[in-house]
């Protein structure tokens, strides 16, 4: 089943002969390889790029492993390059690659080629494009299927899929499983035997006993402000462990880099600053937190706001918890201090959105208390409210937006109704 991922593609298409090493990256299994060799060169060939032009290595397969081997791989090269045409390089878990930054900086040189290629989660991190890559990287970071990708080729009413996606996930692999045992042991199979073995590899874990249980303990609580010292403390009350906070700093860490969690930071919205701890950790993949916990833990509002997190990083925001002091007078007028809580301030350019994720607002007392926040903000900036009931987009008399979760995802531009 071919999921087109527009987003994505048009993304490398706007990078082509910019002179720089294209890196896509993201979580194994999220469509990576398919975007390169499927949906990119198919791109290629469409605009006239002729098949001869476009190498293939995938290092990971058997039929490519000889060049792995720095020598072969570039003798290899120059051997296709046999004129002035531009050649499109486009490498495939490239972290198997031995001296791979070295090789690929210096095929750059050559001049008539453009260089697009991916690398595996655990193996292969983003902050590692600046460095090894000398200024020469471009990072373009891919997520699992959207939503709206999803729907593409979900046969359901858009109320049976969102509850679908939000328990199995938008791993593209998922759609093609048609029994909940399918997709279950796929996930259970997908987290032990490639994610968490992808850690251990690189990071030399010899017991992972400790990294699983911190995966679970992080699983059961998503949208909950954390940081390493409380998780350790947990470690030690309740597992009756004798883990330390950096070793539980540093597993943190690992599983960010790994694309599998994301940390969002406290920001201070008054005082227009970053509060230090705690923040709150969110999954990549609801299906693979879902399966972490043997699907036993389906708290719909906390995976709403997980999914709404997950959609807004895939638009490209920045996105941070919002912490708000407030002071208010009682009733016998002593003064009383509180922080308000707004669920995401995204951020990006000169535009800023304060938005609330809200699973239901039953009553007009639900509906205050999400607005409350919001209306606490002394700015302009757009102020919006998303409910996990259909109903249509509404703008309160205080300016701010109400809209389902489904005008949310299904919309590129909901953030601007």
Same mark, same amino acid.
């Given at each position: ?58 290092? #990971?397969? @058997?039929?490519? &492993?000889?060049?792995? *081997?720095?020598?072969? $791989?570039?003798?290899?090269?120059? !051997?296709? %390059? ?118 251990? #590899?690189? @990071?030399?874990? &010899?017991?992972?006993? *400790?990294?699983?249980? $911190?995966?679970?303990?992080?699983? !059961?609580? %998503? ?195």
């Amino acid at each position: 089943m071919k999921i087109n991922r527009p987003n994505y593609l048009s993304k490398l298409i706007s990078l082509k002969g910019n002179g720089m090493i294209k890196v896509v990256t993201g979580m194994r299994r999220c469509g990576k390889s398919f975007l390169l060799y499927d949906l990119f060169a198919t791109e290629l060939l469409n605009q006239g790029v002729e098949r001869e032009c476009i190498v293939e290595v995938n290092f #990971e397969s @058997y039929r490519d &492993r000889e060049l792995r *081997d720095p020598d072969a $791989l570039y003798q290899y090269v120059q !051997s296709r %390059i046999s004129d002035e045409r531009i050649y499109y390089l486009l490498f495939d878990e490239v972290q198997m690659l031995k001296d791979f930054q070295d090789v690929l900086n210096g095929l750059l040189t050559m001049g008539n080629v453009d260089i697009y290629v991916t690398g595996s989660n655990a193996r292969f991190l983003s902050k590692d494009i600046a460095t090894e890559f000398r200024g020469r990287g471009f990072e373009v970071r891919m997520y699992p299927l959207s939503f709206s990708e999803f729907m593409s080729v979900y046969e359901g009413s858009k109320s049976a899929g969102l509850k679908e996606y939000m328990l199995y996930g938008g791993l593209p692999q998922i759609v093609s499983y048609q029994s909940e045992v399918q997709k279950s042991d796929y996930l259970k199979a997908l987290f032990d035997e490639t994610y968490i073995r992808d850690i251990q #590899e690189r @990071y030399n874990i &010899r017991k992972d006993d *400790d990294l699983k249980e $911190l995966i679970n303990i992080l699983a !059961s609580g %998503i949208g909950s402000l954390t940081n390493p010292n409380n998780l350790a403390n947990t470690f030690r009350s309740v597992k009756k462990s004798s883990i330390t906070y950096d070793t539980v700093s540093n597993y943190v860490d690992y599983l960010c880099d790994s694309f599998l969690i994301e940390s969002a930071s406290r920001y201070d919205i008054k005082g227009k600053k970053y509060i230090a701890s705690p923040c709150k950790y969110y999954f990549m993949d609801l299906g693979l937190r879902n399966a972490r916990l043997n699907f036993r833990q389906t708290e719909w509002t906390h995976l709403m706001e997980n999914l709404v997190y997950n959609e807004l990083r895939m638009r490209g925001l920045n996105v941070d918890v919002g912490s708000l002091p407030v002071v208010r007078r009682d009733d016998d007028g002593v003064q009383q201090r509180s922080t308000l809580e707004i669920d995401f301030v995204c951020n990006r350019g000169s535009k800023r959105y304060y938005v609330q994720s809200a699973y239901r607002l039953p009553t007009e007392e639900k509906v205050r208390q999400e607005e409350a926040p919001l209306l606490a903000v002394d700015d302009s900036f757009k102020k919006i409210v998303i409910s996990g009931e259909e109903g249509p987009v509404l703008r309160s008399e205080n300016g701010i937006t109400t809209m389902s979760i489904y005008d949310f995802l299904l919309n590129p531009d909901s953030l601007e109704l």
